[in-house]
């Protein structure tokens, strides 16, 4: 295991104000007229859980530009209630793989209007929504917001319900895409039974955004193809048994879970009965106990077609910190934030405590701090786990990653992800969520910008 060395110091950090100020330049930049782009070399598309992520940052800065870019995505739900992982322009459809052609969404059965994926992303929509709309609740009651948004999220979690929980209750992801964290650790069991020898050729328009060292490999691109193709072969009707990899995610469940409790929220703010809401995400917890590792203090993953336990910790596992105490099962919460600040993760009693969240456990002999989500510290991750030690009471534990949290960003041009110990940038750069949720944390200091 390496974490390499220190390139950075506080003394070469920008101050709060300039970080804010950078911060809201990238969302301005990166803004389409109706949703933000997550990068506009690398992702020139709409990705589902990145607007989710936008619009919680873009809230402070203008409330209305936030609910357009949930109003966007949620605008290309398919029949079946899902919402698809990306929302293509076609206009630039030779800057990513797969493209909008790939997919061929408009002969798909149940697609939108908009060429889109058939695949999905984590459920942090709902949550997102609420918070949005607790930011305005009269600009969004006067764009009545949430009567929009509350059906459409129902649908969704509706599909996940029914058409992604098997008998064990759980969401499974049948592509590490919807994951949103590609090449995890987590996935390298299930991904050695899928064949690397696509139909398609396969083009690698990222590596002209981004050096090979710091994206999946072409050996890891080749299986992510052939899933594609065949879920996209099969209508995307999430009805082939021999799919190959069929994996029960803890961060799709845990963000599952909380955005459960965010539609219970939505209903009651709109006269409804939250507490068939509260009831579904207390079952979700319970059905999450499956996936309790007690030796490694997370959450892990769960293979369907082997039934046995993927036992790597990464930052996923740590994500049901954002649910309340009562929620949890006994002792839960505690055991969490053990881990969360130990070795494995943010080592707060260690000598070299890292700026950010790793994405993989910091002990893990094949931990990488510069190759995507095998080591490298992100800052939605990072940001969900500093709410998760809010909500159980360490207010002043999360506070003291903010400034740098933020300030590194700053200093790195906004990167995707970063090195967690030094800070050092990685990925593409000008990221839109991590612009986002910069605002968000210094959001105390965030000026008010006109309403688009």
């Given at each position: 295991?390496?974490t390499g060395?220190?390139?950075?110091?506080?003394?070469?950090?920008?101050?709060?104000?300039?970080?804010?100020?950078?911060?809201?330049?990238?969302?301005?930049?990166?803004?389409?007229?109706?949703?933000?782009?997550?990068?506009?070399?690398?992702?020139?598309?709409?990705?589902?859980?990145?607007?989710?992520?936008?619009?919680?940052?873009?809230?402070?800065?203008?409330?209305?530009?936030?609910?357009?870019?949930?109003?966007?995505?949620?605008?290309?739900?398919?029949?079946?209630g899902r919402?698809?992982?990306?929302v293509?322009?076609?206009?630039?459809?030779?800057?990513?793989?797969?493209?909008?052609?790939?997919?061929?969404?408009?002969?798909?059965?149940?697609?939108?209007?908009?060429?889109?994926?058939?695949?999905?992303?984590?459920?942090?929509?709902?949550?997102?929504?609420?918070?949005?709309?607790?930011?305005?609740?009269?600009?969004?009651?006067?764009?009545?917001?949430?009567?929009?948004?509350y059906?459409?999220?129902?649908?969704?979690?509706?599909?996940?319900?029914?058409?992604?929980?098997?008998?064990?209750g759980?969401?499974?992801?049948?592509h590490?895409?919807?994951?949103?964290t590609?090449?995890s650790?987590?996935?390298?069991?299930?991904?050695?039974?899928?064949?690397?020898?696509?139909?398609?050729?396969?083009?690698?328009?990222?590596?002209?955004?981004?050096?090979?060292?710091?994206?999946?490999?072409?050996?890891?691109?080749?299986?992510?193809f052939?899933?594609?193709?065949?879920?996209?072969?099969?209508?995307?009707?999430?009805?082939?048994?021999?799919?190959?990899f069929?994996?029960?995610?803890?961060?799709?469940?845990?963000?599952?879970?909380?955005?459960?409790?965010?539609?219970?929220?939505?209903?009651?703010?709109?006269?409804?009965?939250?507490?068939?809401?509260?009831?579904?995400?207390?079952r979700?917890v319970?059905?999450?106990?499956?996936?309790?590792?007690?030796?490694?203090?997370?959450?892990?993953?769960?293979?369907?077609?082997t039934?046995?336990?993927?036992?790597?910790?990464?930052?996923?596992?740590?994500?049901?910190?954002?649910?309340?105490?009562?929620?949890?099962?006994?002792?839960?919460?505690?055991?969490?934030?053990?881990?969360?600040?130990?070795?494995?993760?943010?080592?707060?009693?260690?000598?070299?405590?890292?700026?950010?969240?790793?994405?993989?456990?910091?002990?893990?002999?094949?931990?990488?701090?510069?190759?995507?989500?095998?080591?490298?510290?992100?800052?939605?991750?990072?940001?969900?786990v500093?709410?998760?030690?809010?909500?159980?009471?360490?207010?002043?534990?999360?506070?003291?990653?903010?400034?740098?949290?933020?300030?590194?960003?700053?200093?790195?041009?906004?990167?995707?992800?970063?090195?967690?110990?030094?800070?050092?940038?990685?990925?593409?750069?000008?990221?839109?969520?991590?612009?986002?949720?910069?605002?968000?944390?210094?959001?105390?200091?965030?000026?008010?910008?006109?309403?688009?």
């Open positions: 295991m390496t060395t220190t390139t950075g110091t506080t003394d070469t950090l920008p101050d709060s104000t300039t970080a804010l100020g950078a911060a809201s330049a990238v969302l301005r930049r990166n803004w389409g007229g109706a949703y933000t782009v997550p990068a506009t070399g690398l992702y020139p598309h709409q990705w589902s859980w990145d607007s989710a992520f936008i619009a919680i940052g873009l809230r402070h800065l203008s409330p209305r530009r936030a609910q357009l870019e949930l109003d966007s995505l949620l605008s290309s739900q398919w029949a079946d919402l698809p992982q990306i293509y322009d076609t206009r630039r459809d030779d800057d990513y793989a797969p493209s909008a052609a790939f997919w061929g969404s408009a002969e798909l059965p149940g697609s939108p209007p908009v060429p889109t994926t058939g695949l999905v992303q984590p459920p942090v929509h709902a949550w997102a929504v609420w918070l949005v709309h607790a930011q305005d609740p009269a600009e969004s009651a006067r764009r009545r917001f949430l009567q929009r948004a059906p459409r999220l129902v649908a969704w979690h509706r599909y996940l319900r029914e058409r992604r929980a098997a008998t064990d759980l969401v499974a992801v049948v590490p895409w919807e994951s949103g590609d090449n650790p987590l996935w390298d069991d299930a991904l050695s039974r899928v064949p690397g020898t696509p139909r398609a050729s396969i083009d690698r328009p990222d590596l002209r955004h981004a050096s090979a060292g710091e994206r999946p490999s072409g050996k890891e691109y080749g299986k992510y052939w899933l594609a193709e065949r879920y996209r072969d099969h209508d995307c009707a999430d009805v082939d048994p021999d799919h190959p069929v994996v029960d995610d803890p961060t799709t469940n845990a963000l599952w879970a909380r955005s459960e409790l965010a539609l219970a929220d939505i209903a009651e703010a709109l006269g409804h009965d939250g507490a068939p809401h509260r009831a579904e995400a207390a979700i319970a059905a999450m106990e499956a996936l309790w590792d007690a030796e490694l203090g997370v959450y892990v993953a769960l293979d369907r077609h039934g046995e336990l993927v036992r790597k910790a990464t930052v996923g596992g740590l994500l049901a910190l954002l649910l309340p105490a009562d929620v949890l099962p006994p002792g839960r919460a505690d055991a969490l934030v053990r881990t969360a600040l130990g070795p494995r993760f943010l080592d707060v009693d260690g000598t070299t405590p890292p700026v950010m969240v790793p994405s993989y456990d910091a002990t893990a002999d094949d931990l990488d701090p510069a190759l995507y989500w095998r080591g490298p510290a992100w800052f939605n991750m990072t940001w969900l500093l709410q998760g030690l809010r909500v159980h009471g360490l207010e002043d534990l999360a506070e003291r990653y903010v400034a740098p949290m933020a300030l590194t960003a700053a200093r790195e041009g906004f990167p995707e992800y970063v090195n967690p110990w030094t800070g050092a940038g990685h990925g593409t750069r000008s990221f839109s969520w991590t612009a986002a949720l910069v605002v968000d944390l210094l959001a105390d200091d965030a000026p008010p910008t006109s309403q688009p």
